[in-house]
């Protein structure tokens, strides 16, 4: 069955760094886009970023622009967000999140990790 | 990229329907089919309910519908039952590989 394990969330201070990782099992995982989204807390869901199959494209919600970069390896099942210049606005947990083949959507999800961006 | 617009709130009494509209723009849910809905339970991961505006993943109970009319989309939750009761979120793709999500509906199972 798929299986989506982030890791990496922890409490940073702001304008700090953080790299969040995600292991994906049970799917051939060269084969799909991923994605990122966050929940601040007590809020909805907010989609941040979305890399293709492949690693060649890469797109990202006009808030996070310059400051985050999703990346992946595919030798490992890993997909990565790379988190910089964080805001106290950026604290939530970040959902590890993967696309079907041939449609527009999100079809499994991970647990989630939590980023706190604090002073 | 602005969210898309759901009611905070809904509810029903087991065995009735609730309905949860969902709208958003002519750049959004007005011109993909491409809007889905999620069921999050408090602490959870979110779960796809629908997708493709009315297609329901397999294990997906047809309680679950969805539709779409012009830049509004709607869930409907059938025979409503006491797990029924979550966070429920829309999705739309809009466009260049981006997606929005909507501001979210709690159901109530009163």
């Known amino acids: 069955q798929v299986q989506l394990v982030e890791s990496g969330g922890e409490e940073v201070q702001p304008g700090g760094s953080l790299r969040l990782s995600c292991v994906a099992s049970?799917?051939?995982?060269?084969?799909?886009?991923m994605h990122w989204v966050r929940q601040a807390p007590g809020k909805g869901l907010e989609w941040v970023a979305y890399?293709?199959?492949?690693?060649?494209?890469?797109y990202y919600v006009d808030s996070v622009k310059g400051r985050f970069t999703i990346s992946r390896d595919n030798s490992k099942n890993m997909v990565y967000l790379q988190l910089k210049s964080l805001r106290t606005e950026d604290t939530a947990v970040y959902y590890c999140?993967?696309?079907?083949?041939?449609?527009?959507?999100?079809?499994?999800w991970g647990q989630g990790t939590l980023v706190t961006v604090s002073s | 990229q602005s969210a898309l617009t759901q009611p905070l709130s809904a509810s029903g009494s087991p065995r009735q329907s609730v309905t949860i509209s969902c709208t958003g723009t002519?750049?959004?849910?007005?011109?993909?089919?491409?809007v889905s809905w999620y069921q999050q339970h408090p602490g959870k991961a979110p779960k796809l309910l629908i997708y493709?505006?009315?297609k329901r993943p397999s294990g997906v109970p047809d309680r679950f519908s969805g539709s779409k009319s012009g830049n509004t989309a709607s869930l409907t939750v059938s025979g409503l039952q006491a797990e029924d009761e979550a966070d429920y979120y829309c999705?739309?793709?809009?466009?260049?590989?981006?997606?929005?999500f909507g501001t979210g509906t709690k159901v109530t199972v009163l």
């Open positions: 999140a993967k696309s079907p083949l041939s449609s527009q959507t999100i079809d499994y």
């Open positions: 049970g799917f051939v995982f060269n084969n799909y886009g």
């Open positions: 890399i293709w199959y492949d690693g060649t494209n890469k």
């Open positions: 002519s750049t959004d849910v007005g011109d993909y089919n491409y």
């Open positions: 493709e505006v009315s």
């Open positions: 999705s739309s793709y809009a466009g260049s590989n981006t997606f929005v």
